[in-house]
Protein backbone atom coordinates (compact mmCIF):
# COMPACT_ATOMS: atom_id res chain seq x y z
CA UNK A 1 0.00 0.00 0.00
CA UNK A 2 1.62 3.29 -0.97
CA UNK A 3 2.50 5.89 2.01
CA UNK A 4 2.49 9.44 2.15
CA UNK A 5 4.68 11.93 4.36
CA UNK A 6 4.28 15.53 3.48
CA UNK A 7 5.87 15.83 0.15
CA UNK A 8 7.47 12.23 0.43
CA UNK A 9 5.78 8.89 -1.21
CA UNK A 10 6.39 5.50 -0.51
CA UNK A 11 5.51 3.05 -3.34
CA UNK A 12 6.20 -0.57 -2.89
CA UNK A 13 7.41 -2.51 -5.47
CA UNK A 14 7.25 -6.28 -4.35
CA UNK A 15 6.32 -8.20 -1.21
CA UNK A 16 9.76 -9.29 -0.45
CA UNK A 17 11.35 -6.18 -0.73
CA UNK A 18 11.82 -2.92 -2.73
CA UNK A 19 9.86 0.67 -2.84
CA UNK A 20 10.06 3.76 -4.56
CA UNK A 21 10.41 6.55 -3.15
CA UNK A 22 9.29 10.62 -4.80
CA UNK A 23 8.83 13.65 -3.61
CA UNK A 24 12.45 14.23 -1.87
CA UNK A 25 15.34 16.07 -3.44
CA UNK A 26 18.29 14.36 -2.42
CA UNK A 27 20.59 17.39 -3.67
CA UNK A 28 19.14 19.25 -0.73
CA UNK A 29 20.10 18.26 2.94
CA UNK A 30 17.20 16.72 4.53
CA UNK A 31 14.81 17.11 7.10
CA UNK A 32 14.12 15.31 10.24
CA UNK A 33 11.05 14.54 8.83
CA UNK A 34 12.53 13.32 5.47
CA UNK A 35 15.64 11.60 6.92
CA UNK A 36 12.66 9.91 9.59
CA UNK A 37 10.46 8.38 7.01
CA UNK A 38 13.40 7.40 4.56
CA UNK A 39 15.05 5.25 7.41
CA UNK A 40 11.82 3.77 8.41
CA UNK A 41 11.07 3.10 4.33
CA UNK A 42 14.63 1.39 4.24
CA UNK A 43 13.68 -0.76 7.45
CA UNK A 44 10.17 -1.97 5.57
CA UNK A 45 11.31 -2.30 2.45
CA UNK A 46 15.30 -2.82 2.43
CA UNK A 47 16.03 -1.14 -1.02
CA UNK A 48 14.58 2.14 -1.73
CA UNK A 49 14.85 3.68 -5.53
CA UNK A 50 14.71 7.33 -6.54
CA UNK A 51 14.49 8.76 -9.94
CA UNK A 52 15.72 12.17 -11.24
CA UNK A 53 18.17 12.84 -8.58
CA UNK A 54 21.40 14.65 -10.57
CA UNK A 55 23.68 14.14 -7.06
CA UNK A 56 27.32 15.22 -7.09
CA UNK A 57 29.37 12.84 -5.23
CA UNK A 58 29.51 15.64 -2.43
CA UNK A 59 25.55 15.67 -2.13
CA UNK A 60 25.94 11.82 -2.45
CA UNK A 61 28.26 11.75 0.45
CA UNK A 62 26.20 14.35 2.71
CA UNK A 63 22.79 12.41 1.84
CA UNK A 64 24.47 8.73 3.06
CA UNK A 65 26.05 10.41 6.43
CA UNK A 66 22.22 11.05 7.37
CA UNK A 67 22.41 7.72 8.30
CA UNK A 68 25.80 6.47 9.47
CA UNK A 69 29.37 6.98 9.26
CA UNK A 70 31.15 6.46 5.09
CA UNK A 71 33.55 3.95 4.45
CA UNK A 72 36.43 4.47 2.31
CA UNK A 73 37.27 1.31 -0.31
CA UNK A 74 40.61 -0.29 -0.18
CA UNK A 75 40.87 -1.48 -3.45
CA UNK A 76 38.15 0.70 -6.00
CA UNK A 77 39.25 4.09 -6.95
CA UNK A 78 37.16 7.08 -5.43
CA UNK A 79 36.06 10.28 -6.36
CA UNK A 80 39.30 12.27 -5.22
CA UNK A 81 37.77 15.14 -3.31
CA UNK A 82 35.16 12.59 -1.91
CA UNK A 83 36.94 9.86 -1.20
CA UNK A 84 33.60 8.17 0.40
CA UNK A 85 32.74 7.78 -3.00
CA UNK A 86 33.39 4.87 -5.08
CA UNK A 87 33.82 4.85 -8.91
CA UNK A 88 32.66 1.76 -10.61
CA UNK A 89 33.72 2.26 -13.89
CA UNK A 90 33.99 -0.51 -16.38
CA UNK A 91 36.20 1.41 -18.90
CA UNK A 92 38.47 1.79 -15.67
CA UNK A 93 38.03 -0.86 -13.86
CA UNK A 94 37.27 -5.25 -13.58
CA UNK A 95 34.04 -5.08 -11.66
CA UNK A 96 33.15 -8.61 -12.19
CA UNK A 97 33.27 -8.99 -8.50
CA UNK A 98 29.78 -7.30 -8.81
CA UNK A 99 28.14 -10.10 -11.07
CA UNK A 100 27.90 -12.33 -8.25
CA UNK A 101 25.03 -12.39 -5.50
CA UNK A 102 26.89 -10.78 -2.35
CA UNK A 103 26.66 -8.64 0.45
CA UNK A 104 29.27 -5.85 0.82
CA UNK A 105 32.21 -5.51 2.62
CA UNK A 106 31.34 -8.48 4.56
CA UNK A 107 34.87 -9.35 4.84
CA UNK A 108 35.06 -6.35 7.52
CA UNK A 109 34.32 -6.84 11.67
CA UNK A 110 31.27 -4.57 10.88
CA UNK A 111 30.17 -4.90 7.35
CA UNK A 112 27.87 -1.71 5.96
CA UNK A 113 24.71 -1.17 7.00
CA UNK A 114 23.56 -0.21 3.76
CA UNK A 115 24.70 2.12 0.52
CA UNK A 116 24.22 4.86 -2.15
CA UNK A 117 24.38 4.03 -5.80
CA UNK A 118 23.90 6.45 -8.50
CA UNK A 119 23.40 6.14 -11.73
CA UNK A 120 25.92 8.60 -13.84
CA UNK A 121 26.19 6.76 -17.28
CA UNK A 122 24.52 3.83 -18.38
CA UNK A 123 24.58 1.45 -21.21
CA UNK A 124 21.92 1.70 -24.32
CA UNK A 125 20.81 -1.38 -22.77
CA UNK A 126 21.51 -4.53 -19.57
CA UNK A 127 23.22 -3.52 -16.98
CA UNK A 128 20.67 -4.22 -14.32
CA UNK A 129 20.72 -4.61 -10.66
CA UNK A 130 19.03 -7.29 -8.98
CA UNK A 131 18.70 -7.27 -5.03
CA UNK A 132 17.65 -9.94 -2.53
CA UNK A 133 16.14 -10.32 0.53
CA UNK A 134 17.61 -12.24 3.68
CA UNK A 135 14.45 -12.38 5.25
CA UNK A 136 12.15 -13.38 3.20
CA UNK A 137 14.30 -16.29 2.15
CA UNK A 138 14.79 -16.79 6.30
CA UNK A 139 11.58 -17.20 6.82
CA UNK A 140 10.53 -19.55 4.05
CA UNK A 141 13.10 -22.00 5.42
CA UNK A 142 11.13 -25.00 7.15
CA UNK A 143 11.49 -25.23 11.11
CA UNK A 144 14.48 -27.64 10.81
CA UNK A 145 16.60 -25.99 8.33
CA UNK A 146 15.68 -22.71 10.95
CA UNK A 147 17.17 -25.41 13.79
CA UNK A 148 20.10 -26.24 11.87
CA UNK A 149 21.56 -22.92 10.97
CA UNK A 150 20.86 -20.93 14.63
CA UNK A 151 24.02 -20.90 15.83
CA UNK A 152 26.23 -21.78 13.38
CA UNK A 153 28.97 -19.19 11.73
CA UNK A 154 31.10 -18.60 8.69
CA UNK A 155 34.31 -17.30 7.10
CA UNK A 156 33.61 -14.42 5.15
CA UNK A 157 37.21 -13.41 2.86
CA UNK A 158 37.94 -10.74 1.21
CA UNK A 159 40.05 -12.45 -1.00
CA UNK A 160 37.10 -14.64 -2.75
CA UNK A 161 35.48 -11.46 -4.22
CA UNK A 162 39.04 -10.07 -5.45
CA UNK A 163 41.37 -12.11 -6.41
CA UNK A 164 45.33 -11.61 -6.47
CA UNK A 165 45.04 -12.54 -10.39
CA UNK A 166 42.28 -9.65 -11.33
CA UNK A 167 43.51 -7.49 -8.59
CA UNK A 168 47.24 -7.18 -8.52
CA UNK A 169 48.16 -6.30 -11.86
CA UNK A 170 50.63 -3.58 -11.41
CA UNK A 171 53.39 -2.82 -8.67
CA UNK A 172 50.59 0.00 -6.95
CA UNK A 173 47.86 -2.44 -7.44
CA UNK A 174 49.89 -5.43 -5.96
CA UNK A 175 50.94 -3.31 -2.61
CA UNK A 176 47.37 -2.33 -2.19
CA UNK A 177 45.99 -5.47 -2.55
CA UNK A 178 48.80 -7.29 0.15
CA UNK A 179 47.95 -4.27 2.43
CA UNK A 180 44.28 -4.84 2.09
CA UNK A 181 44.51 -8.62 3.10
CA UNK A 182 46.98 -8.18 5.61
CA UNK A 183 44.47 -5.28 7.26
CA UNK A 184 41.32 -7.65 6.56
CA UNK A 185 41.84 -11.10 7.47
CA UNK A 186 39.03 -14.10 6.82
CA UNK A 187 36.96 -13.48 10.01
CA UNK A 188 33.54 -14.64 11.10
CA UNK A 189 29.65 -13.51 11.15
CA UNK A 190 26.57 -15.37 12.09
CA UNK A 191 24.55 -17.65 8.92
CA UNK A 192 21.70 -16.06 10.55
CA UNK A 193 21.67 -12.54 11.62
CA UNK A 194 19.39 -10.35 13.60
CA UNK A 195 18.33 -7.02 12.65
CA UNK A 196 19.68 -4.60 15.31
CA UNK A 197 16.71 -2.50 14.51
CA UNK A 198 14.08 -4.32 13.52
CA UNK A 199 14.84 -7.56 15.47
CA UNK A 200 14.46 -9.71 12.36
CA UNK A 201 16.03 -12.98 11.31
CA UNK A 202 18.04 -12.87 7.81
CA UNK A 203 20.39 -15.31 6.42
CA UNK A 204 24.14 -13.61 5.78
CA UNK A 205 25.98 -15.81 3.92
CA UNK A 206 26.59 -14.73 0.08
CA UNK A 207 28.85 -16.13 -2.77
CA UNK A 208 30.95 -13.05 -3.13
CA UNK A 209 32.29 -13.44 0.53
CA UNK A 210 31.53 -16.51 2.08
CA UNK A 211 33.60 -19.51 1.51
CA UNK A 212 32.25 -21.93 4.70
CA UNK A 213 29.96 -22.47 7.25
CA UNK A 214 32.70 -23.31 10.45
CA UNK A 215 31.13 -25.71 12.59
CA UNK A 216 30.46 -28.10 9.55
CA UNK A 217 32.39 -30.65 8.12
CA UNK A 218 33.93 -29.22 4.56
CA UNK A 219 31.41 -31.43 2.57
CA UNK A 220 28.57 -30.72 4.55
CA UNK A 221 29.53 -27.20 4.32
CA UNK A 222 29.67 -26.85 0.63
CA UNK A 223 26.21 -28.20 0.35
CA UNK A 224 24.41 -25.93 2.92
CA UNK A 225 26.12 -23.21 1.58
CA UNK A 226 25.05 -24.06 -2.10
CA UNK A 227 21.15 -24.81 -0.95
CA UNK A 228 21.17 -21.27 0.89
CA UNK A 229 23.06 -19.61 -1.88
CA UNK A 230 20.54 -20.52 -4.39
CA UNK A 231 17.43 -20.45 -1.81
CA UNK A 232 17.95 -16.77 -1.37
CA UNK A 233 18.10 -15.63 -4.58
CA UNK A 234 14.69 -17.50 -5.53
CA UNK A 235 12.91 -14.99 -7.83
CA UNK A 236 9.96 -14.72 -5.29
CA UNK A 237 12.86 -13.33 -2.96
CA UNK A 238 14.54 -10.69 -5.42
CA UNK A 239 13.76 -7.07 -7.42
CA UNK A 240 15.55 -6.09 -10.55
CA UNK A 241 16.08 -2.54 -11.38
CA UNK A 242 16.00 -1.23 -14.85
CA UNK A 243 18.59 1.85 -14.15
CA UNK A 244 17.73 5.80 -15.86
CA UNK A 245 20.02 7.86 -15.63
CA UNK A 246 20.30 10.15 -12.15
CA UNK A 247 18.79 7.13 -10.73
CA UNK A 248 19.60 6.53 -6.85
CA UNK A 249 19.49 3.16 -4.93
CA UNK A 250 19.46 3.35 -1.32
CA UNK A 251 19.57 -0.26 0.21
CA UNK A 252 20.00 -2.34 3.61
CA UNK A 253 22.70 -3.91 3.43
CA UNK A 254 22.33 -5.75 6.65
CA UNK A 255 19.37 -7.96 5.40
CA UNK A 256 20.08 -8.38 1.34
CA UNK A 257 21.95 -9.36 -1.33
CA UNK A 258 22.48 -7.90 -4.96
CA UNK A 259 23.87 -8.51 -8.25
CA UNK A 260 25.31 -5.80 -10.62
CA UNK A 261 24.13 -8.17 -14.22
CA UNK A 262 27.20 -8.00 -16.64
CA UNK A 263 25.32 -8.27 -19.98
CA UNK A 264 26.29 -5.10 -21.49
CA UNK A 265 29.95 -5.34 -22.88
CA UNK A 266 31.34 -3.70 -24.69
CA UNK A 267 29.39 -0.94 -23.01
CA UNK A 268 30.11 1.23 -20.38
CA UNK A 269 28.40 2.07 -17.53
CA UNK A 270 29.43 3.97 -14.68
CA UNK A 271 28.07 3.84 -11.13
CA UNK A 272 29.37 5.92 -7.85
CA UNK A 273 28.74 4.64 -4.07
CA UNK A 274 28.81 5.79 -0.40
CA UNK A 275 29.11 3.02 1.94
CA UNK A 276 27.62 3.18 5.41
CA UNK A 277 29.09 1.32 8.00
CA UNK A 278 27.02 -0.77 10.10
CA UNK A 279 27.81 -2.77 13.19
CA UNK A 280 28.88 -6.40 14.58
CA UNK A 281 26.62 -9.13 13.22
CA UNK A 282 24.56 -10.67 15.98
Known amino acids: MRTQLSSLTVTPLSTALGAQISGVDITQP ?9 EQALLTHSVLFLRGQAITPQQQARFAA ?3 DLHIHPIY ?12 DTAVTDV ?6 HTDVTFLPTPA ?14 GDTLWASGIAAYEALSTPMKVLLTGLTATHDFTKSFPLERFGNSAEDLARW ?10 SHPVVRTHPVSGRKSLFVSDGFTTRINELEPAESEAILKLLFAHTTRPEFTIRWRWQENDVAFWDNRVTQHYAVDDYWPQRRVMHRATILGDVPF
Open 30 to 38: LSVEHRDAI
Open 66 to 68: HFG
Open 77 to 88: PNVPEQPEVLIL
Open 113 to 126: LGAVLSAKLLPAFG
Open 178 to 187: EETRRKNPPL
Open 96 to 101: RDNAVW
